[in-house]
Each structure stands twice: as C-alpha cells, then as structure tokens.
C-alpha cells in the first residue's frame, strides 16, 4: 500500500518501515533504509522504543525469530532526525504538501555522511576481534573472536550468546543484540566506506 509521504512528515513518531517509506523518497528502495535502520538501532546509534522483535520464523519474507520487527519498532522523529544529521542523510523538507513535492526539495545526486562525533559503542571491540583474527580473516572468524569477548564479559557484552547473537548494552543502558547479519553489515561499511550514492531519477 502506498504511504502519504506528506501525512509521514508531521508525525512525531514512526515505525522503522514508516521511516524507511519517508527516507526512500530522496532514493534507493524502503528495503535497503530499513535495513540501515535496523542496524543502526541494534548499534545504539538510532533510538527507538519500543523494539519490537519477531516472534515467529518466516523463511519466505526473511524474517526471522529474534530480528527486529520493522512495523512494530518505533522511533521518534526527533531521534531521526538526529540520526540523519550525523550521518548527513537529508530528510524531505517538513513544509512540502505532496510526495512530488518532497523530492523536488530532497533530490540529490549523492548523500556523503558527516563524519560521526562519536563511534558507536561496539567499534572498539570490533577493531579488537579484527586485530586478534587477523588483517584479512573472514567475517566468520570475527565474529568467533568477538564471541569469546561477548562470553568473557569485554565491554559493552554481558556475557550471554545465544543463537540469535551476542547481547550487549547501548549507551542508553538497554539490551541490545549483535547478530552475524549486523556485524557483516558493519563489515562491509568499513570496506566499501560512507558514501550512499542516489539516483534521483525515480
């Protein structure tokens, strides 16, 4: 179902989906800013309460027991927006009545995230695990150095691992889980670097 991009822009709060329908106007699919976002509240980069995670396997869709459910999470516009300044992502302008009119005012050729005023909680022992598996070792082997952190209690893991991941505790204090799909993502960001490329022609 189509969303109304102008009704999305006045709400004080939206579901992760909601968030995504509203940032995919200035380019690139819902799915690929939902999974951003995803990764960003699992980081403690973006607030957003309550997290609302599947209950239920669902191989078709890809969801998947303990995963973050994007039409149940909610976050706060402020907190977007806030998240959006640091990373340098423009959000269609507040004013603009219509969805043609909020990608007139948010087109652009290419979206170059601000350089972060702080790292996310989970940069430093990952760094850690990738110096101990080795420069070039695979995800695979980063994320087994980084469990035996996550059972060795290393700051920010509480010492539980279960199937889904490895918990931790945000700067908020609130539980959190680094799951292989998370650090993999995180991985591949530090590859490819911060720069989301758009193609306004939509």
Known sequence: MMKDVGLLQLR????VEEA???LAVSGHDEGQWSTLLIEAIE??????EPIVHWEVVDYQRGNYLG???P????????DLD???QQMGITLP?????TAGEAIAASAMTAVTPRPKERRGILDAPIDQAIEK?????????VFLVLREMALAEVHPFSGTVTEKGLEYTDTQNRKGMLTRDALDARLRRRETGPTVAVDKRR
Request: glycine fraction near 8%.
């Open 20 to 22: 995504a329908c509203l």
């Open 71 to 78: 039409m149940a999470t909610i976050v706060q516009r402020v």
């Open 133 to 141: 598996a080795g420069r070039g070792a695979s995800k695979a082997a």
């Open 67 to 69: 995963a973050i459910n």
């Open 82 to 84: 806030a998240w959006c």
């Open 93 to 97: 302008s507040k004013t603009a009545n």
């Open 12 to 15: 004080k709060q939206l579901t």
């Open 43 to 48: 980081s403690g980069d973006l607030l957003a």
